[in-house]
T-cell receptor, first 115, second 111 residues
Framework: GAVVSQHPSWVICKSGTSVKIECRSL??????MFWYRQFPKQSLMLMAT?????????EQGVEKDKFLINHASLTLSTLTVTSAHPEDSSFYIC???????????FGPGTRLTVL | RKEVEQDPGPFNVPEGATVAFNCTYS??????FFWYRQDCRKEPKLLMS???SGNEDGRFTAQLNRASQYISLLIRDSKLSDSATYLC????????????FGAGTQVVVTP
């Protein structure tokens, strides 16, 4: 149980385009989903926290207008990277939990390359 | 100063040997502690939670020292499949689910 999927698993796009990444909890209802970014040889950095039906909470330094998060249902959250630039190339990972707990279930990640 | 610091390694370990490594954390408000493993280009997977009294899961033993704010992981009888990057993770203490990750310690088990 507790499976989280992400789509796409990898994407290559041109600079200036927008990319949408989906995160789904397949067998549980995710009250909270988290979006992380990981650059090579660095730690995962929390970008934002999203709760179903409410606005996402962004971490300091993360531009909310650039990284649009929608959590429309208890099983789906999306991250849209708008006007992507090469410096946005990274590994984006979502996670989900189903209550007031630190236990999180991670998606397999999306590798974004912006040319 | 990083909030969670780890020796990046790599720790080169002969198969069957024991390896141990630590991480330190700076946030005294942290209440939950974990070790995750991350394989190359994959998502992190929970290895074990770390409890104040120390805990063991098979060949893996974790210890927590709150006074000195460090966490350790020991792997006994290393297997080739233990080769991975081990991430030290603590919660931020301000709300559920907000985790801080170390950059990881790489372990390479050799035949």
């Amino acid at each position: 149980g507790a499976v989280v999927s992400q789509h796409p698993s990898w994407v290559i796009c041109k600079s200036g385009t927008s990319v949408k990444i989906e995160c789904r909890s397949l067998d549980f209802q995710a009250t909270t989903m988290f979006w992380y970014r990981q650059f090579p040889k660095q730690s995962l950095m929390l970008m934002a926290t999203s709760n179903e039906g409410s606005k996402a909470t962004y971490e300091q330094g993360v531009e909310k207008d650039k990284f649009l998060i929608n959590h429309a249902s208890l099983t789906l959250s999306t991250l849209t990277v708008t006007s992507a630039h090469p410096e946005d190339s990274s590994f984006y990972i979502c996670s989900a939990n189903s209550g007031p707990t630190d236990t999180q279930y991670f998606g397999p990640g999306t590798r974004l390359t912006v040319l | 100063r990083k909030e969670v610091e780890q020796d990046p390694g790599p720790f080169n370990v002969p198969e069957g040997a024991t390896v141990a490594f630590n991480c330190t954390y700076s946030n005294s408000a942290s209440q939950s502690f974990f070790w995750y493993r991350q394989d190359c280009r994959k998502e992190p997977k929970l290895l074990m939670s770390v409890y104040s009294s120390g805990n063991e899961d098979g060949r893996f033993t974790a210890q927590l020292n709150r006074a000195s704010q460090y966490i350790s992981l020991l792997i006994r009888d290393s297997k080739l499949s233990d080769s991975a990057t081990y991430l030290c993770v603590v919660n931020r203490g301000d709300s559920w689910g907000k985790l801080q990750f170390g950059a990881g310690t790489q372990v390479v088990v050799t035949p």
